[in-house]
């Protein structure tokens, strides 16, 4: 069996391997293997490929530009999904906007360790996604499973595009596949996790496996929802979502990060505006609470949605 976190590794392994061009940046990665050891043994394998950065976010991603306007192909580990907000403007305004002003590609990866695990609080739980959707020129990715985890980095070194990589902290040692995958579906396509008939929840990384188990709950109440897994938030696959609808007539949205300008509301937008007519109900949205992350791991496990708010969010969509 290997893990999510084995997924990202052996997926950086394989790039270091096939590309002289890929290398490794990011806080304590090369001696110590990093915060999650996700880089564990390859500065051993990989000399001069796997460096130790200073404790500059903004330092960090300014330099990996600057090698990707030469050629290289950087990985850059933040420690934190939280921490690349020090790296802010190097990301939405000098990576984001590179190719457009200037004509050159700017292939970097920018991987975040995402979302909540009990007892992070609120400095080491974040789910920054929406905000770097917001902006032209980054892909956001959202892997789910470790099969993605695996194929989506190794597509996301092909891009000419800066890539945000959200990788989610929960999912590294809880999470298990029997093999690494030969093939995948694109970025930009999402998967139908499992087909229903009565209501389409769409979600993704974390939250695609406590929908599974709403679903779970569900169908022994005699329900059948299908479960849509996006993959990517940017680029977002609006086709794959609104062919549930139509199906299903029935729409619930569910993220682990925030509610206000969030993903989720950018699905429920597009639903409204370009699938109105397929419509039985109104459709509904589930987050976090619209408060910073508890510390506490009971108040944690209230903060997030859970299988148990999905399914009582879906038996309301459900009855409506």
């Not at 490929?49 to 990707?68: C, W």
């Not at 991987?111 to 996604?129: I, K, M």
């Not at 699905?267 to 510390?295: C, H, Q, W, Y």
């Amino acid at each position: 069996m290997i893990t999510y976190l084995e997924a990202i590794r052996e997926a950086q392994a394989h790039a270091l391997a096939a590309d002289p061009r890929v290398y490794l940046y990011g806080q304590d990665i090369a001696t110590f293997g990093g915060a999650f050891k996700a880089t564990k043994n390859l500065a051993q394998a990989y000399p001069g490929r796997v460096l130790d950065s200073p404790i500059s976010e903004d330092a960090i991603v300014g330099s990996a530009i600057g090698a990707a306007i030469e050629g290289m192909r950087p990985i850059v580990e933040m420690q934190f999904a939280d921490f690349s907000t020090v790296a802010f403007n190097q990301i939405v305004n000098q990576a984001a906007t590179l190719h457009w002003r200037t004509g050159v590609p700017c292939p970097i990866i920018v991987r975040l360790p995402s979302g909540g695990t009990p007892g992070s609080g609120p400095f080491h739980s974040q789910s920054l996604e929406a905000i770097y959707a917001h902006y032209p020129g980054l892909i956001i990715v959202t892997p789910a499973t470790v099969e993605d985890a695996y194929s989506m980095l190794l597509e996301s070194i092909t891009i000419e595009d800066p890539v945000i990589f959200c990788e989610h902290k929960y999912l590294y040692y809880h999470l298990k596949a029997e093999s690494l995958p030969s093939e995948a579906l694109p970025i930009g396509k999402a998967r139908v996790a499992r087909q229903g008939r009565d209501a389409t929840v769409v979600t993704y990384s974390a939250m695609l496996h406590e929908c599974l188990a709403a679903a779970e709950e569900l169908a022994a109440e005699g329900w059948e929802l299908e479960v849509v897994d996006l993959r990517s938030i940017k680029p977002i696959d609006t086709d794959t979502v609104l062919a549930s609808v139509a199906r299903t007539g029935r729409v619930l949205a569910v993220g682990e990060a925030w509610p206000w300008g969030g993903v989720t509301a950018e699905i429920l937008a597009r639903v409204a505006s370009e699938g109105f007519n397929l419509l039985d109900a109104p459709p509904m949205r589930l987050n976090s609470k619209d408060t910073p992350v508890p510390f506490h791991p009971n108040l944690w496990g209230t903060h997030r949605p859970t299988a148990q708010t999905i399914a009582a969010a879906a038996r309301t969509l459900l009855n409506k």
